[in-house]
């Protein structure tokens, strides 16, 4: 019975012993192994541009990193993806998005690949010019590392649209060059009409919004988008005629105000107060654009609409007529899209308009004051307001 019991013993002791060998092959050699295959699987390199040449945006004020839209897609960034950019100054924007246009609310950041930009541009959009916001000067750089794949991809897909320049595509010409005349309150009839430029041909539809314009009598253009010396470059570039324009620029008729998109800033309103206290001397029709009639232009129509007595739905629906013109997105046909455009890019013009801080509540507002308001503020005397109002309601 002993030598049993030792006999057990022993070969319980084997036993043991092959387990526990077992047990530290399986804690210690395999999960090595485990670890590394995996970790060789899933390591992924970070994703980054490394450091690139800034320059200064000097239209709105943004930054042009020193790499074309297409060599940064290619390089594996995508519309809709989060990124952070770092200046060599230590300027930092942490979880921006990047979007193939202007997709983020008022005064917030983003990287731009808009079409027809020769590099990515980082910048707020609406807001204070980043270059000098982030202190950057001449020989600074600036570096872009994906923060998180595709964490904006709602928002590009819902907003993501992109028009062409062939007329071809185009119900009309009005459509086209989203050329039509304002109204809203007690705006007079075919007093004031909006478009697309009918000078800066880079999407080739100055030639028909010039058109429109002098068949319409327009008399007066006020230019929220280029400078006299923009202006006058056109002239010297242009395959198409130019004479209507010419003339009413040598007669003096047309206001070149140079404008930055940020409709909220002392500069912008002032420049803005500038050009209407000009306008108001002469006789109409009179004529407001930008480059696409959209942004600048959907601002200041809206103020004056508002001016004039328009409400709130009266100034969206004039807005939102230029993205059904350029991409097909109204309430009817694509009303996701077309709520969204709102949310993201109309109601804080709303706000502005009405007198209300960036995030203030659209209820009740008052946008006749809030837009009279706008305007003495940025140095119009309430005698001009009323002359102003008085050219275009015409009473």
């Known amino acids: 019975m002993q030598k049993l019991q030792k006999r057990f013993t022993a070969v319980l002791s084997m036993f043991m012993a092959l387990v526990l060998s077992f047990m530290l092959v399986g804690c210690n050699v395999a999960p090595s192994q485990q670890e590394n295959k995996p970790a060789e699987q899933t390591q992924q390199k970070e994703l980054t541009t490394g450091a690139l040449a800034a320059t200064h945006e000097t239209k709105f004020g943004g930054v042009y990193l020193d790499i074309t839209i297409e060599d940064f897609n290619k390089m594996g960034f995508e519309f809709g993806d989060s990124v952070d950019v770092t200046f060599s100054n230590g300027y930092k924007l942490t979880d921006i998005p990047y979007y193939n246009g202007y997709y983020t609310k008022t005064g917030e950041a983003l990287i731009s690949g808009y079409p027809g930009y020769p590099h990515i541009d980082v910048c707020v959009n609406n807001g204070d010019p980043l270059w000098e916001t982030a202190g950057l000067k001449e020989g600074d750089t600036g570096t872009v590392t994906l923060h998180e794949k595709q964490k904006y991809a709602t928002v590009q897909k819902a907003l993501g649209a992109t028009y062409t320049k062939n007329r071809s595509d185009y119900a009309s010409d009005e459509v086209f060059a989203n050329f039509r005349a304002m109204r809203g309150g007690n705006m007079a009839e075919n007093v004031m009409y909006r478009s697309a430029s009918p000078i800066d041909n880079q999407n080739n539809r100055a030639p028909y919004a010039a058109e429109l314009a002098q068949k319409c009598g327009v008399q007066y253009i006020l230019d929220l988008a280029d400078s006299n010396e923009e202006i006058e470059g056109y002239y010297q570039k242009a395959d198409y005629d130019v004479s209507w324009h010419k003339g009413l620029y040598e007669a003096g008729n047309v206001t070149a105000l140079d404008l930055n998109a940020n409709y909220r800033s002392k500069k912008y309103a002032e420049r803005l107060v500038a050009g209407l206290r000009e306008m108001i001397k002469h006789e ?16 200041t129509c809206a103020l004056l609409e508002g001016l004039c007595g328009a409400s709130y739905e009266e100034m969206r629906d004039d807005y939102m007529a230029t993205y059904d013109n350029y991409y097909g997105i109204s309430e009817k046909n694509d009303k996701a899209r077309y709520d969204a455009v709102v949310e993201v890019k109309f109601n804080d013009i709303a706000l502005c308009v009405g007198g209300q801080p960036l995030g203030g509540s659209l209820d009740g507002l008052d946008y006749a004051a809030g837009a009279r308001k706008y305007l003495t503020d940025a ?3 309430d005698a001009e307001v009323d002359q102003l109002i008085a050219r275009l309601t015409k009473k």
Not at 284 to 299: A, I, N, Q, S, V
């Open 284 to 299: 109409g029709p009179y004529l407001t654009h930008c480059t696409e009639g959209k942004d600048r232009t959907g601002f």
């Open 379 to 381: 140095g119009m005397t």
